[in-house]
């Protein structure tokens, strides 16, 4: 799977958030531990197992408050008396640094991104020119195209782009490559992108 899992601190406060914590949580703490910050909040982009497997263990080692977007919330089991639902636009500050969600529905209904200044987390919704697939339960292709035409296409040039998975030979790029060489993001029309979408459910 590739999964890329982000951490995201301050450096005053030595606070820190994990997103999509999943797999190897020893790992995210020892991390955190090495570099001197504890984990306060866990964010998840959406709630295919693959993003959320380490979520539950990581919420009872720390302590951290939990963080998904409202819409997402009735997908989950276990542990959803503990998250505190997000909606778009709304925001985390860390000490000096502020996460704002973005509601990017599309590949499931309460996907979401994480625009930290120049900086986004996008989960499965784009990839390094690809974007996630809709043939899973709760993926919409017409609200993927709305989603990636009307809100991360919008974003300017030079935000840097953090994708859920490693799917490229980069693992990262800027907003403004992929306006140029993303197929999917460079679609004109809802139409154009369907042709796309559909035939190809390549991605997770």
């Known amino acids: 799977m590739a999964n890329f899992i982000y951490l995201l601190g301050d450096l005053?406060?030595?606070e820190?958030?994990?997103v999509d914590p999943a797999w190897?949580?020893?790992r995210i703490i020892e991390v955190c531990q090495a570099d001197g910050y504890s984990i306060k909040h866990v964010l998840v982009?959406?709630?295919h197992p693959d993003h959320i497997n380490g979520v539950e263990e990581i919420l009872n080692r720390t302590n951290a408050q939990?963080?998904?977007h409202k819409a997402e919330t009735p997908w989950i089991k276990g542990w959803k008396a503990t998250v505190i639902p997000k909606q778009h636009g709304d925001e985390l500050l860390l000490g000096d640094v502020r996460i704002t969600f973005v509601h990017t529905p599309g590949h499931t209904p309460g996907s979401q991104c994480f625009l930290v200044g120049k900086r986004l987390v996008s989960g499965d919704t784009l990839f390094i020119n690809s974007c996630g697939r809709t043939d899973l339960p709760g993926g919409n292709p017409d609200e993927l195209y709305d989603s990636l035409n009307n809100r991360l296409r919008k974003l300017e040039d030079d935000v840097i782009l953090f994708p859920g998975h490693n799917?490229?030979?980069e693992p990262f790029t800027t907003m403004g490559k992929q306006k140029i060489y993303n197929p999917f993001l460079r679609s004109s029309s809802l139409p154009e992108f369907?042709?796309?979408v559909r035939p190809s459910f390549?991605?997770?």
Request: glycine content about 4%; proline content about 0%.
């Open 12 to 14: 005053k406060t030595r």
């Open 16 to 18: 820190a958030v994990v």
């Open 24 to 26: 190897d949580v020893n």
């Open 45 to 47: 982009t959406h709630g």
């Open 66 to 68: 939990l963080h998904m």
């Open 167 to 169: 799917y490229a030979d």
């Open 194 to 196: 369907l042709k796309m």
């Open 202 to 204: 390549v991605n997770l």
